[in-house]
């Protein structure tokens, strides 16, 4: 079974500051990885998708790269604004396997 | 372009009522997927419909069913409602392994 894991459950920074968000997965064996943000109370909003042959994939501040073989994801959101605030998911393969999530708080 | 619409937005049950949730998808996606999000455990997966067939399920009772029309919407039903599955109901709806794009819930509160 998939589990995923992310770390660190919660962040806060100042706003300017670059984000790192980890994301781990136990089986290697996936077809694609995506990245979402779900803001309180609300659905999720898809943010990247990497496909298993890919190593990275960008869209304008949001980088997200993917390393099969060490099991790991990381999505960089360069020079964070307030409204980058909100929790970050990761999830694996069709019938998504989520993490838990970090919550990011980017202060004014 | 329209995104994935679901129905009702919240809902209010007790235990022992049965409920039925709707998914539009967004056009041109041949796949639904329905999730639960209890507070405190996260997304879980509960079912995924492509082209009308259920292609997977989660680790849900039985009770938990769906079916998806001819037209790509899709329903979840629920049967003999318990407290715990008060729950945000979310659908997605993709094209094969593009991206799943997500509605905003269902909100179930059961009493």
């Known amino acids: 079974k998939q589990e995923v894991t992310q770390i660190p459950a919660a962040l806060s920074v100042p706003e300017g500051e670059n984000l790192v968000l980890n994301c781990s997965f136990t089986?290697?064996?996936?077809?694609?990885l995506q990245w979402f943000r779900q803001d309180p109370g609300k659905g999720l909003t898809s943010l990247l998708l990497?496909?298993?042959?890919?190593r990275e994939q960008t869209s304008g501040r949001l980088n997200a790269s993917l390393d099969k073989s060490s099991g790991r994801s990381t999505l960089y959101i360069a020079a964070s604004q307030p409204g980058d605030s909100a929790t970050y998911l990761c999830a694996v393969d069709f019938k998504l396997s989520f993490g838990a999530g970090t919550t990011v708080t980017v202060r004014a | 372009e329209a995104g994935v619409t679901q129905s009702p937005t919240h809902l209010i049950k007790t235990r022992g009522q049965q409920v039925t949730l709707r998914c539009s998808p967004i056009?041109?996606?041949?796949?639904v997927y329905w999730y639960q999000q209890a507070l405190g455990l996260g997304l879980q997966f509960l079912l995924w419909y492509d082209e009308g067939e259920e292609r997977n399920r989660g680790n849900f009772p039985p009770r938990f069913s769906g079916r998806q029309f001819p037209n790509y919407s899709s329903e979840l039903n629920v049967n003999a409602l318990e407290l715990e599955d008060s729950a945000l109901y979310l659908c997605?709806?993709?094209?094969?392994?593009?991206?799943?794009?997500f509605g905003d819930g269902t909100r179930l509160s059961i009493l």
């Open positions: 056009s041109g996606h041949t796949s």
């Open positions: 990497i496909q298993s042959s890919q």
């Open positions: 089986d290697s064996a996936i077809y694609n």
């Open positions: 997605a709806s993709s094209f094969w392994d593009q991206p799943q794009h």
